[in-house]
């Protein structure tokens, strides 16, 4: 079975960077779809990035085109999510999720319904 766990995050101030990373276990994540999701508190969970199974599309939330890359070791079984130019609005828990069908991401938007499995999330927060 599936299992997603993410690490990466942190407190950095605002204009740093992170690499967040989204390890699999128990399958190949080559045959998923991968999508980077943030909740901040009291705000949904939203769609910041995903990349296509096979990784020929990727997709990003107008929020974070140019300061977000979303990438893939297939070696290493991890979805990488590097973030830059950090923003405190940028403050909340990142999650990775997967999901089988090749559709997924093949175009925006980026819906939280459209995964189906999840990790437990990573907190990123963004000082001023």
């Known amino acids: 079975q599936l299992q997603l766990v993410e690490s990466g995050g942190g407190l950095v101030q605002s204009g740093g960077s992170l690499r967040l990373s989204c390890a699999a276990s128990?399958?190949?994540?080559?045959?998923?779809?991968i999508g980077w999701f943030r909740q901040a508190p009291g705000k949904e969970r939203e769609g910041v990035s995903c990349?296509?199974?096979?990784?020929?599309?990727?997709n990003y939330a107008d929020s974070v085109k140019g300061r977000f890359t979303i990438s893939e070791d297939n070696a290493k079984n991890t979805v990488y999510l590097q973030i830059s130019s950090l923003k405190p609005e940028d403050t909340a828990v990142y999650y990775c999720?997967?999901?089988?069908?090749?559709?997924?991401?093949?175009?925006?938007?980026?819906?939280?319904?459209?995964?189906?499995?999840w990790g437990q999330g990573t907190q990123v927060t963004v000082s001023s």
């Open positions: 999720a997967a999901d089988p069908l090749f559709a997924t991401c093949r175009s925006p938007p980026i819906g939280v319904g459209a995964f189906r499995y």
């Open positions: 990349i296509s199974r096979g990784g020929s599309s990727t």
């Open positions: 128990g399958v190949s994540l080559d045959h998923y779809a």
